[in-house]
T-cell receptor, first 115, second 116 residues
């Protein structure tokens, strides 16, 4: 299993540009989520999905869109990039419901710089 | 509101010694899970250990153990026999099982440096 994969690993954008961060998992997890990590801080939830076709907002959703057309994929779209969106983005997945399986596994992260 | 507090921004430990990383949490919910993640300089988030609020015994995973004191709302990570590869950022996180977002609340992290 590849686990959770993310592309690209690093991206530079200009203010106002749009882009999509890709996330895929091969563990058949129902739950997927996007977090951002800013310097000196822990991670904060942007959006999440509890299954294909079901998404909802997290703590910091403004400026981002998501969709979940398949169990495996959960892309994050930046609509009009702003310098405040410079961050490291992590995708995570889990299979909640069992105490031994509710751990969220993270992808390697995408480092985004908005100029 | 849920909150995770890690009061140690940075710590040093001598190789082969044990070290405790502190974590306190605040929640009014009776059912929750506590996690520790390691973030090395390469940036990935690596799951280390999990403790459920109703688990009777403290969790252990190899050299990692979680010192869970429910009444004090603390969930300290103990790393035994530290290795140079343990140098990293360590994050404590909590999830409220009643929260349908399955959101993890993270602390600000502790940077651990293992000295040879």
């Amino acid at each position: 299993n590849a686990g959770v994969t993310q592309t690209p690993k690093f991206q530079v954008l200009k203010t106002g540009q749009s882009m999509t961060l890709q996330c895929a998992q091969d563990m058949n997890h129902e739950y997927m989520s996007w977090y951002r990590q800013d310097p000196g801080m822990g991670l904060r939830l942007i959006h999440y999905s509890v299954g294909a076709g079901i998404t909802d907002q997290g703590e910091v959703p403004n400026g981002y869109n998501v969709s979940r057309s398949t169990t495996e994929d959960f892309p994050l779209r930046l609509l009009s990039a702003a310098p405040s969106q410079t961050s490291v983005y992590f995708c995570a997945s889990s299979s909640p419901g069992s105490s031994t399986q509710e751990t969220q596994y993270f992808g390697p992260g995408t480092r985004l710089l908005v100029l | 509101a849920q909150k995770i507090t890690q009061t140690q921004p940075g710590m040093f430990v001598q190789e082969k010694e044990a070290v405790t990383l502190d974590c306190t949490y605040d929640t009014s919910d009776p059912s929750y899970g506590l996690f520790w993640y390691k973030q090395p300089s390469s940036g990935e988030m690596i799951f280390l250990i999990y403790q459920g609020s109703y688990d009777q015994q403290n969790a252990t995973e190899g050299r990692y153990s979680l010192n869970f004191q429910k009444a004090r709302k603390s969930a300290n990570l103990v790393i035994s026999a530290s290795q140079l590869g343990d140098s990293a950022m360590y994050f404590c996180a909590m999830r409220d099982r009643m929260d349908s977002s399955y959101k993890l609340i993270f602390g600000s992290g502790t940077r651990l440096l293992v000295r040879p």
